[in-house]
Nanobody, 115 residues
Framework: QVQLVESGGGLVQAGGSLRLSCTAS????????MGWYRQAAGKQRELVAA???????NYADSVKGRFTISRDGAKNTVFLQMNSLKVEDTAVYYC?????????WGQGTQVTVSS
């Protein structure tokens, strides 16, 4: 069983920055793709950014140029650096570890961007 522990959420003004972290237990992190998803109130969960075990990344169009996903294999940790935050980035952010057929989710961390 893999556990994902997220941190780094909070309240920030529009234009500000936050850095989310997600640390995975166990030994499969280095083989897995890692992703950050978000779910705003009343909306479906959506992919924000993902990074493969080889380091390839992809981003939602809405965050390209503002968010950066990275991973540290030595720490079993994936990061999401969020810059130039907008009010519409407000959501609960979830970390995901994907190694087919396994998929694990973190508990979520709230990000609130005020105008």
């Amino acid at each position: 069983q893999v556990q994902l522990v997220e941190s780094g959420g909070g309240l920030v003004q529009a234009g500000g920055s936050l850095r989310l972290s997600c640390t995975a237990s166990g030994s499969i992190f280095r083989f897995a793709s890692m992703g950050w998803y978000r779910q705003a109130a009343g909306k479906q969960r959506e992919l924000v950014a993902a990074v493969t075990s080889g380091g390839s990344t992809n981003y939602a169009d809405s965050v390209k140029g503002r968010f950066t996903i990275s991973r540290d294999g030595a720490k079993n940790t994936v990061f999401l650096q969020m810059n130039s935050l907008k009010v519409e980035d407000t959501a609960v952010y979830y970390c995901n570890l994907d190694l087919w057929p396994l998929s694990y989710w973190g508990q979520g961390t709230q990000v609130t961007v005020s105008s």
